[in-house]
Structures are given as C-alpha cells and as structure tokens.
C-alpha cells in the first residue's frame, strides 16, 4: 500500500518536471536612463561625425565625403540620423512589432497541486489525499487570428508613421535652411541698398553745403539711411534665429553648424507644373504615408470589432483531475464553459463599433486636411507665379531706366543724384522680387508636403542608423 513518502516523492518529480519549462524564462536586466550621459552625447553631434559621414556616404554615393557647403539633401540625412522624433517613432514601430509576439500568443495550460488530509482515516491508512489538476484552454471562433491581424495592423500603422515623422523632419529642415539662405540673401541686398542710400545722402550734403538744397531735403535721405540700418540690425537677429532653428531639426547643439556653409539656391522653381499636374495629385491621395497610415488604423479597428464579437463565444478549458485518495488512484475529466447569460460582451461590442466609426472619421477629416493642402498649395503657386511675372517686369524696367540715366550722366544731361535715386528704385525692386522668390520657395515646400511624394531618402529612416546591430537583427 502506498505510504505518505510515495506520494510526497510524486509531488516533488512533478515539480521537477516543471523546472525546464521555468528555466526559459527572461530574466529582468536593469537600464538606467542617465540624463547627464544622454546630455554629454547630445553635446558631442556634429557633421564631422565618422558615424554619420559613413550613412551619409551609404544613403548617397553623390555626396562628397566632405561638403563645402550643405544642401537640403545632405541635411535631410543629417536629420535622419540624428532627429529624436525619429527615434521616437522608431521605438514606437519596434513596441507594436512586439505587439504581435503577444497577439499570437496562445494561453498556457494550468497545473493545479492540492493536498487533501484525513483526520480519521481507517488504520493502516495514510491520511493524505493528495490530488493534481489540469486544464487546457482551447479558444474559440478565431480569436488568437483576429487578435494577431488587429496587432499586424497597428504595427504597419506605427511603420507608415516613421515615413510621415521623416516628412515632418524634412520640411522643418527645409522651411529653416530657407529662412537662413533668405535671411543671407536680405542682408546682401539691404547692403547694396544701403550703399546706394549713404551716396545718396552724402550728395545730398554737397549740395547742402554748395546751398543748393534747403536742409529739409536731406531728412528723407537721412531716415531712408536709418530704416535700412535697422532693418540690417533685425535681419542680423534673424540670421541667428534660423540658424538655431535648422540646428533644432537637424537635431544637433547650435555649435555643431556655426562655421558650417549652406548652399540653398533661391531661384524660381522649375518643377511647379510637373507637382500641380492631377495625375501627381490623385497619386499623393493615395500614397500619402498619414493617409494609408490611418487606412491601417481603420482596418486594426475593424479587427479589434471583429475580435469583440468572436469574444461573444466562451472559450473551452479542458480539465483533468487525478487524486490519490487513501490507496486507489482516482482521474477525472471534465469540460468547462462559461455560460454567457449576464454579460454577452455587449459593452466591449459597443465601445469597438464607436471606435471603428471614430477611426473612420479621422480618416475622412485627414483626408479633407490633405486636399485642402493640395489645393491652397497650388492656388498659393498660381498667385505668386504670377506677382513673380510682374516683378521681374518690374526689375528690367528699372535696369533699362538706370542704364538710360547713366549713359545721359556721362552725355552731361543729369546729375549723380538722379543716377543713384534710379538706382536705389532698382534696389527696391530687385529686393521685392527677392521677397517674392522667397514665397515661391515656401510655396513649393508646402506643395511638397502636400503631396509627400517619396524621394531616395526616405529608404533608409526605418532602421536607426546609430545601431547597426538593430539592422542586422531585422534583416
């Protein structure tokens, strides 16, 4: 007859045969977040980089391994390998990827140990009843499938996220190297402006001491002098701005960029017809990474319903019982299943339809918003092209004026001052029409986010590339 000691030994070879599947467990490894670490990391970013050189070099072979000056293209990489809300978006893509992991996890089976005791078994008889259960549950109508697609989607949502951060990325890299080449370009012009306006003022003052001109005459010359002057003091602030600006989306300390040349041509765009053409339109209607984004929202919406209602149907559990009980081995089997007669899921049910139709709803205002950009980008090119037209009218008109005057000065038949007045007219037109290549430019950049179409870059920005390893462990 089977003693306490047997049945003790059962339970501790049961408990053994449970330790292999315990020793594949992940053991918590500590990482601590150090700021000052992160902040001494941040402060060593620079475009000198070997890091940073070697992505560039693999992104873009055109690109010389040290660049006199730094175009748009060469900065977007910059961006790309340094801006933190890339990484953040990154990270974000590796959670829901690992969300998968979990989705298609399966539930494990429980082994229950329960020890039964006799206060007055018969003699001879040993007072333990010691018993085991298990149970397996089995789920039911697709459940673990529908969870897993609901996972899949959000996951390639999180990844078509990356593509409209790096957009972001670009365009405030973008919008600030402009406002930096325009700033530059302002000041040259606000500089031969000036010129012009101190000759002018300084013939003006011989003419007052030759009692030519009354001393009145020379205020307008003196406060055009003194408006430029000041508009020369704030577009040196400017200056500063922009650059502070581009080194925050390049994603680097301003000392990183303050010896650094930049090269952003501002010239009259070229490629605005090719961008407002409906077949480019209807393409970024369709290929518009925060739109198939939220389209990936909608259908990990439309799982998630669809995994509310399968959770209508209760899922089985198969369970055994063996029990040692007083010298005879007893074993059971039964099947369990919730009986779903107070709560049929309806609330869940309720929450995930409401869900669906609010994913559905920022998808269509989504939609809207990128239209309207579309159009105001286009309807604000057709304006400026137009305004551009009439400028350089402008300008040319004002270089043959000038061109006339100083062909008369040298014939004898006007003086300096007309010269200088024609050329400060010219001055003023040219920086209007400075001003308004400057839009031009803004005008493109907002026709480019609109219609967000993809460009070489952008194949790279999945993978961090400050962690090859990362890159090597997704191929």
């Not at 049910?349 to 939609?367: D, G, M, N, S, W």
Request: net charge neutral; glycine share 4%; hydrophobic share 45%.
């Amino acid at each position: 007859m089977p003693r306490p000691a047997t049945s003790a030994v059962g339970l501790v070879t049961l408990m053994l045969a449970l330790l292999p599947a315990l020793s594949g467990c992940v053991h918590y490894r500590a990482q601590k977040l150090e700021p000052e670490k992160t902040l001494a990391a941040f402060e060593e970013r620079s475009l000198t980089n070997s890091n940073l050189r070697t992505f560039l070099a693999a992104s873009d072979s055109r690109l010389p391994a040290n660049p006199p000056k730094w175009d748009l293209d060469a900065l977007t990489l910059v961006a790309f390998y340094y801006h933190p809300n890339l990484d953040v978006a990154r990270a974000q893509w590796n959670a829901a990827t690992a969300a998968i992991g979990t989705a298609k996890g399966r539930p494990n089976p429980t082994v229950g140990l329960i020890p039964g005791y006799s206060f007055n078994p018969p003699d001879g008889i040993s007072p333990w009843l010691p018993s085991v259960t298990y149970d397996l549950p089995i789920e039911t109508a697709g459940k673990r499938n529908k969870r897993t697609i609901r996972a899949q989607q959000l996951s390639t949502a999180a990844r078509l996220n990356i593509v409209s951060t790096a957009w972001q990325v670009r365009s405030a890299v973008r919008a600030s190297l402009l406002d930096l080449a325009a700033a530059t370009e302002r000041e040259k012009a606000l500089q031969a402006q000036m010129q012009t306006q101190q000759t002018i003022l300084q013939l003006m003052e011989q003419r007052l001491q030759a009692g030519a001109v009354a001393p009145s005459e020379l205020y307008p010359a003196r406060v055009s002098v003194l408006r430029v002057r000041s508009d020369l003091v704030d577009l040196r602030r400017q200056l500063a701005d922009a650059r502070a600006r581009l080194a925050d989306s390049l994603g680097v300390p301003l000392k990183a960029i303050v010896s650094t040349e930049f090269a952003f041509p501002i010239e009259i765009p070229g490629k605005w017809e090719e961008l407002a053409s409906p077949a480019v339109r209807k393409e970024a209607l369709h290929a518009r990474a925060d739109l198939l984004g939220a389209l990936a929202d909608y259908e990990a919406a439309e799982a998630g319903l669809r995994l509310e209602i399968a959770r209508q149907y209760p899922d089985i559990h198969l369970g055994s019982t063996y029990q040692w009980d007083q010298g005879e081995n007893k074993w059971q089997l039964g099947v369990t299943v919730e009986l779903p007669l107070l709560n049929r899921n309806e609330g869940p049910i309720a929450e995930a339809e409401a869900k669906r139709t609010e994913v559905a709803a920022r998808f269509t205002a989504l939609q809207a918003k990128a239209i309207s950009e579309i159009d105001r980008a286009t309807a604000t090119r057709d304006a400026i092209l137009g305004q551009l037209k009439e400028a350089e009218h402008i300008v040319e008109a004002d270089r043959q004026q000038l061109a006339t005057l100083e062909a008369s000065l040298k014939a004898g038949a006007v003086d300096r001052v007309e010269v200088e007045t024609a050329a400060m007219e010219l001055r003023s037109s040219e920086l209007v029409l400075l001003d308004l290549k400057i839009k031009a430019q803004q005008a493109l950049g907002l026709l480019e986010d609109a219609l967000q179409r993809p460009f070489d870059s952008l194949k790279n920005i999945e993978v961090d590339p400050k962690r090859p390893a990362q890159k090597a462990a997704r191929k």
